[in-house]
């Protein structure tokens, strides 16, 4: 006879390592906490710099920048530049996305007081040098043109616009040929729009000489003017029903994208909504997912998630489904979300989920990597390292009753945008039912 497993218990909540907050005269803030065992240190510079700062003709134009970064300094070309991130043990990666541009590396602990100042130097003195221009540029079109042949990408597109219109969030690719009209001076001018002191967060976790690292801070970023305050316009996403269907003839599968926006990090019903994600849509023992995989056989893979920005979200649901399922699957997505709306889950599901959300939350802070990137994410979002500490408890509190009114008042199927990416010839007919379909 087997012994039953006793049930697990739910986690407890935690506490971040004590975080050191610096701030310059010219703006630029550091954060600074030691944590974990090894002796290497993670060193991320995040700017105020991401496609939110881009007009129509600009579309892009920041990851020109970012590509540019990784080229050096005035006093550095990219191989110089490389050598002496090399020496100190570590490397260097330049990322852009909607709302920043992160410079971000590991060193080994003794040497992140030098790798803060190589980071100053080349946001100070980027070198932007004009003969790479045509090199840069083919990489970002070779990226286009890779990206507009994915259907996920495709969905995504198509379900930004919708969502943002013609806010930059709502531009996911630039216009064609757009970029093989950008130059080195409009790469330059952008940079220097956004760029600057005030708008800049430097992040070091890990083991390090606090403060080594502290004085590398004042005396490499001193100095360095402020720039200019931020005019990033706020979106006015909407809330309303629309079908989009995109075709891709021939395809044997459909990818859906479906969502609408919702309140952003820090709203009361995000914790709540959280949880309810996980539990609808956005885990590996979701409803949606049991529905449609384990069930009917549609997908193999749905998820849902939230999908961020600055003081922005949308809940997404994504599945790629086989063509012939493709109105089955949504009528089934739907009907999961109308019974969450309906009637609040069992207490032992959603004690299930409990766990499984405040596990993997706190995963993400058990590197100095990680806490690194959930504090600039906390920092872009207006919250503080508090918020942080209480979401575990927090999310253990959700109640059943909880769950329902959150989905209740956020998942308005009636205001749900549809995009679906597919052979329109066998697919226009089944997504007919859920709306006017645009093409």
Same mark, same amino acid.
């Given at each position: &006879?087997? /012994?039953?497993?006793?049930?697990?218990?739910?986690? !407890?909540?935690?506490?971040?390592?004590?975080?050191?907050?610096?701030?310059?005269?010219?703006?630029?803030? $550091?954060?600074?906490?030691?944590?974990?065992?090894?002796?290497?240190?993670?060193?991320?510079?995040?700017?105020? +710099?991401?496609? $939110?700062?881009?007009?129509?003709?600009?579309? @892009?134009?920041?990851?020109?920048? #970012?590509?540019?970064?990784?080229?050096?300094?005035?006093?550095?070309?990219?191989?110089?530049?490389?050598?002496?991130?090399?020496?100190?043990?570590?490397?260097?990666?330049? =990322?852009?996305?909607?709302?920043?541009? /992160?410079?971000?590396?590991?060193?080994?602990?003794?040497?992140?007081?030098?790798?803060?100042?190589?980071?100053?130097?080349?946001?100070?003195?980027?070198?932007?040098?004009?003969?790479?221009?045509?090199?840069?540029?083919?990489?970002?079109?070779?990226?286009?043109?890779?990206?507009?042949?994915?259907?996920? &990408?495709?969905?995504?597109?198509?379900?930004?616009?919708?969502?943002?219109?013609?806010?930059?969030?709502?531009?996911?690719?630039?216009? !064609?040929?757009?970029?093989?009209?950008?130059?080195?001076?409009?790469?330059?001018?952008?940079?220097?729009?956004?760029?600057?002191?005030?708008?800049?967060?430097?992040?070091?976790?890990?083991?390090?000489?606090?403060?080594?690292?502290?004085?590398?801070?004042?005396? $490499?970023?001193?100095? @360095?003017?402020?720039?200019? =305050?931020?005019?990033?316009?706020?979106?006015?996403?909407?809330?309303?029903?629309?079908?989009?269907?995109?075709?891709? *003839?021939?395809?044997?599968?459909?990818?859906?994208? &479906?969502?609408?926006?919702?309140?952003?990090?820090?709203?009361?019903? @995000?914790?709540?909504?959280?949880?309810?994600?996980?539990?609808?849509?956005?885990?590996?023992?979701?409803? +949606?997912?049991?529905?449609?995989?384990?069930?009917?056989?549609?997908?193999?893979?749905?998820?849902?998630?939230?999908?961020?920005?600055?003081?922005?979200?949308?809940? &997404?649901?994504?599945?790629?489904?086989?063509?012939?399922?493709?109105?089955?699957?949504?009528?089934?997505?739907?009907?999961?979300?109308?019974?969450?709306?309906?009637?609040?889950? !069992?207490? *032992?599901?959603?004690?299930?989920?409990?766990?499984?959300?405040?596990? /993997?939350?706190?995963?993400?802070?058990? /590197?100095?990597?990680? +806490?690194?990137?959930?504090?600039?994410?906390?920092?872009?979002?207006?919250?503080?390292?508090?918020?942080?500490? #209480?979401?575990?408890?927090?999310?253990? #509190?959700?109640?059943?009753?909880?769950?329902?009114?959150?989905?209740?008042?956020?998942?308005?199927?009636?205001?749900?945008?549809?995009?679906?990416?597919?052979? $329109?010839?066998?697919?226009?007919?089944?997504?007919? !039912?859920?709306?006017?379909?645009?093409?």
């Amino acid at each position: &006879m087997t /012994t039953p497993h006793p049930p697990a218990s739910r986690l !407890p909540g935690f506490a971040l390592p004590r975080i050191e907050r610096l701030k310059l005269d010219n703006g630029l803030r $550091a954060v600074l906490v030691e944590s974990g065992s090894v002796p290497k240190a993670d060193v991320r510079l995040v700017l105020d +710099i991401g496609d $939110a700062q881009e007009s129509l003709d600009e579309t @892009w134009l920041s990851r020109l920048v #970012a590509e540019y970064l990784r080229e050096g300094s005035a006093t550095r070309d990219s191989d110089a530049y490389a050598q002496a991130v090399a020496a100190l043990g570590g490397d260097l990666a330049v =990322d852009s996305d909607d709302d920043t541009t /992160t410079l971000r590396g590991r060193v080994l602990s003794e040497h992140a007081p030098a790798f803060v100042r190589l980071l100053a130097e080349l946001v100070r003195t980027p070198r932007f040098p004009p003969g790479d221009l045509p090199r840069l540029r083919s990489d970002l079109e070779r990226r286009l043109a890779l990206a507009q042949v994915q259907p996920h &990408m495709l969905a995504l597109e198509r379900f930004r616009a919708a969502l943002y219109g013609d806010h930059p969030y709502g531009r996911v690719f630039p216009r !064609p040929g757009l970029i093989g009209r950008f130059t080195t001076d409009a790469a330059r001018a952008f940079y220097e729009a956004h760029g600057g002191a005030a708008r800049a967060t430097l992040y070091v976790a890990g083991r390090f000489d606090e403060r080594a690292v502290g004085a590398a801070v004042a005396e $490499a970023f001193d100095g @360095w003017p402020a720039g200019a =305050d931020s005019t990033v316009r706020p979106p006015q996403p909407r809330h309303e029903r629309a079908v989009h269907l995109v075709d891709r *003839a021939q395809s044997e599968q459909s990818t859906i994208y &479906m969502g609408l926006p919702v309140p952003a990090a820090g709203h009361e019903d @995000w914790i709540p909504l959280w949880v309810a994600n996980a539990l609808l849509g956005g885990s590996f023992i979701s409803r +949606i997912l049991l529905n449609l995989r384990e069930d009917k056989g549609y997908s193999y893979s749905p998820f849902g998630f939230i999908s961020t920005r600055r003081r922005d979200a949308n809940w &997404m649901q994504i599945a790629d489904v086989t063509t012939e399922v493709t109105g089955a699957s949504l009528v089934e997505i739907f009907r999961e979300i109308d019974r969450l709306r309906a009637e609040a889950p !069992p207490t *032992a599901e959603l004690e299930g989920i409990q766990r499984y959300v405040t596990g /993997t939350y706190l995963t993400r802070f058990a /590197t100095p990597a990680g +806490i690194s990137e959930q504090l600039a994410s906390l920092d872009l979002q207006g919250l503080d390292a508090s918020y942080a500490e #209480a979401t575990v408890e927090r999310a253990n #509190a959700v109640t059943p009753e909880e769950v329902r009114s959150v989905v209740e008042r956020c998942l308005r199927p009636e205001e749900m945008a549809i995009v679906v990416v597919g052979d $329109a010839s066998r697919v226009a007919g089944q997504i007919e !039912p859920f709306g006017r379909v645009s093409a």
